[in-house]
């Protein structure tokens, strides 16, 4: 495999990097107290990637099996345990273990033992922030068809599973 093809074409390169300070307020709060921060939205890396820190404030959440037909998600555990489904089973995975999922790999993730942290990648960058403020606006209330149609406009795929 070599090298994709350029995204840029000057000859000096040019003043873009950016920050995210770690003591940034996260970006959205879910009621049960997980936050995230979207450290890369899919905007601003031009579509190449998101990257969310997510931090799981304790109560055991987290999405059941399912799948995506137009990215990759990779996990990277930062602190505590996340359990991941890898479309087997569930695992668990600690500080420091990373879980890549390609486009239809079957997986979920819960955090069943307290308080947690991760990185959340997907490729390429979709627009999982309106995915992410969705769900913490609840969907108590949402008839069967606006649950459909707001999964399927955010690619996600529930399967049966464990």
Do not use: C, K, Q
Request: net charge negative.
């Amino acid at each position: 495999m070599g090298y994709p093809p350029r995204l840029y074409d000057g000859d000096d390169g040019e003043v873009s990097a950016w920050t995210h300070p770690a003591d940034r307020p996260p970006d959205l709060t879910y009621p049960n107290g997980n936050e995230v921060h979207y450290l890369a939205s899919g905007a601003s890396t031009g579509g190449l990637f998101g990257l969310y820190r997510w931090t799981f404030a304790g109560p055991p959440s987290g999405p059941g099996p399912h799948f995506h037909r137009t990215l990759s998600e990779s996990f990277h555990v930062l602190e505590g345990v996340v359990r991941i489904f890898d479309g087997r089973d569930w695992v668990r995975a600690g500080p420091g273990d990373f879980v890549h999922v390609p486009p239809g790999g079957v997986h979920g993730f819960r955090n069943e033992d307290g308080p947690a942290r991760m990185l959340l990648h997907f490729a390429p960058g979709a627009p999982r922030e309106g995915y992410f403020e969705g769900l913490a606006a609840g969907t108590d209330g949402w008839s069967r068809e606006h649950y459909d149609a707001f999964m399927a406009e955010h690619d996600n795929i529930w399967v049966d599973g464990t």
